[in-house]
């Protein structure tokens, strides 16, 4: 079994791994670190949310950081504010024996533009960046981003799916000839096919982790019959039975989370719901008493649900099945992460067992019919 050392990455950034519980690579990390730590390449990952990819892309990037040079040396993109506040986070935490700092910084809409611009004229050797405060900045002539040898676009599908797609066709314009591009993702529809014809090496290295299978091999798949008029009763044995663990209700309307957030709150149970045009402050706000164990339950639609990475989420329920079999890949990945095992369940009316079969074929994963 290869270790992180055997990769080649350094022992200082092994110790602050070690920390966080991270003592053996993932599969992704195993494919990825090697080649993007020894060769100035472009490179295509195909892999799920939770597979562990920001150590994958983040620690070749730490590892080739000039810390002397006081420019903008890598460019994260990622979908929304949580994923990019999130991997700043966690590429700190990896530099904490570092005897030189690595400064890094996050800039996401939400937030005042002015307090980012002024960290910005500080040393700044990474940016993690959603699409569209970062055209902001580039408009304003506020980030200089000529001097970046890395851009990784994380979730790439993710932030097509959002609207991105101008917004990322921009930026690979604008950060030049120069750099190495590396994309994640964990479907690969046209659009994603089209930005790496467009702007990738043509022999950019291509990783698939699992490729037999687009959703994360941990998760068992279930689905229980049931009628609009019995879901609500259906649902509450569920979280009965799973009273010791947290997890995600996925619902299609902003309407339906609201209704439904409301009968679980009247029944007793410790939910919240996330919802697009939340304010930064309360969203930020629902998401620390989920991550600190105090919620139990997340209801959300799958919009609002993007850059969600929690750890330890024993099940999501599809109260719902979603419009795009690849939202089933994204609402799914949110459990089983960091190889543990996790459940997904889906709540059917008797017509939608056709796209159960759908999702089978497609997806590549076997549905097991359960009853509660």
């Known amino acids: 079994?290869?270790?992180?050392?055997?990769?080649?990455?350094?022992?200082?950034?092994?110790?602050?791994?070690?920390?966080?519980?991270?003592?053996?690579?993932?599969?992704?990390?195993?494919?990825?670190?090697?080649?993007?730590?020894?060769?100035?390449?472009?490179?295509?990952?195909?892999?799920?949310?939770?597979?562990?990819?920001?150590?994958?892309?983040?620690?070749?990037?730490?590892?080739?950081?000039?810390?002397?040079?006081?420019?903008i040396q890598s460019l994260i993109l990622a979908p929304t504010r949580e994923l990019a506040q999130q991997i700043k986070k966690q590429l700190f935490k990896y530099t904490k024996y570092l005897d030189s700092k690595i400064f890094i910084e996050a800039v996401y809409g939400g937030e005042k533009i002015e307090r980012q611009i002024t960290n910005l004229k500080r040393t700044t050797h990474i940016v993690v960046a959603t699409p569209g405060r970062l055209i902001d900045l580039i408009e304003k002539g506020e980030i200089d981003l000529s001097k970046v040898t890395t851009l990784v676009l994380d979730e790439a599908d993710e932030m097509l799916s959002m609207g991105f797609k101008q917004d990322l066709n921009r930026i690979l314009k604008y950060t030049g000839k120069k750099k190495n591009?590396?994309?994640?993702?964990?479907?690969?529809?046209?659009?994603?096919?089209?930005?790496?014809?467009?702007?990738?090496?043509?022999?950019?290295?291509?990783?698939?982790?699992?490729?037999?299978?687009?959703?994360n091999a941990n998760i068992t798949h279930h689905y229980i019959k049931t009628t609009i008029k019995e879901k609500p009763e259906l649902l509450i044995k569920?979280?009965?039975?799973?009273?010791?663990?947290?997890?995600?209700?996925?619902?299609?309307?902003?309407?339906?989370?609201?209704?439904?957030?409301?009968?679980?709150?009247?029944?007793?149970?410790?939910v919240d719901a996330l919802e697009g045009d939340m304010q930064q402050k309360e969203r930020e706000k629902v998401m620390r008493a989920f991550k600190n164990g105090s919620l139990q339950v997340l209801i959300s639609t799958d919009v609002s649900a993007r850059g969600i990475d929690v750890n330890n989420l024993g099940f999501v329920i599809h109260h719902q099945l979603p419009e795009?079999?690849?939202?089933?890949?994204?609402?799914?990945?949110?459990?089983?992460?960091?190889?543990?095992?996790g459940f997904s369940?889906?709540?059917?009316?008797?017509?939608?067992?056709?796209?159960?079969?759908?999702?089978?074929?497609?997806?590549?994963?076997?549905?097991?019919?359960i009853s509660i």
Not at 247 to 259: E, M, P
Not at 353 to 367: E, N, P, T, Y
């Open 238 to 270: 569920i979280l009965e039975r799973r009273s010791n663990e947290r997890g995600i209700i996925f619902c299609r309307t902003k309407a339906g989370t609201q209704n439904l957030m409301n009968f679980l709150k009247d029944e007793g149970f410790s």
């Open 1 to 71: 079994m290869a270790t992180f050392l055997e990769l080649g990455v350094h022992k200082e950034f092994i110790q602050g791994l070690k920390e966080l519980g991270i003592k053996v690579p993932t599969e992704v990390q195993k494919a990825t670190i090697p080649v993007l730590l020894k060769s100035k390449t472009d490179l295509i990952g195909l892999a799920q949310t939770g597979t562990g990819k920001t150590a994958a892309f983040g620690l070749p990037i730490l590892q080739a950081i000039d810390v002397n040079s006081t420019n």
């Open 324 to 341: 795009q079999l690849e939202y089933y890949t994204h609402r799914s990945g949110r459990t089983a992460r960091a190889g543990k095992a």
């Open 345 to 369: 369940i889906a709540l059917i009316l008797p017509n939608e067992l056709q796209k159960i079969q759908d999702l089978q074929k497609a997806l590549g994963i076997k549905f097991v019919e």
């Open 181 to 215: 591009t590396w994309l994640f993702s964990a479907t690969m529809p046209e659009e994603i096919q089209q930005i790496i014809k467009t702007y990738m090496a043509a022999d950019a290295v291509k990783i698939a982790v699992n490729k037999n299978t687009l959703v």
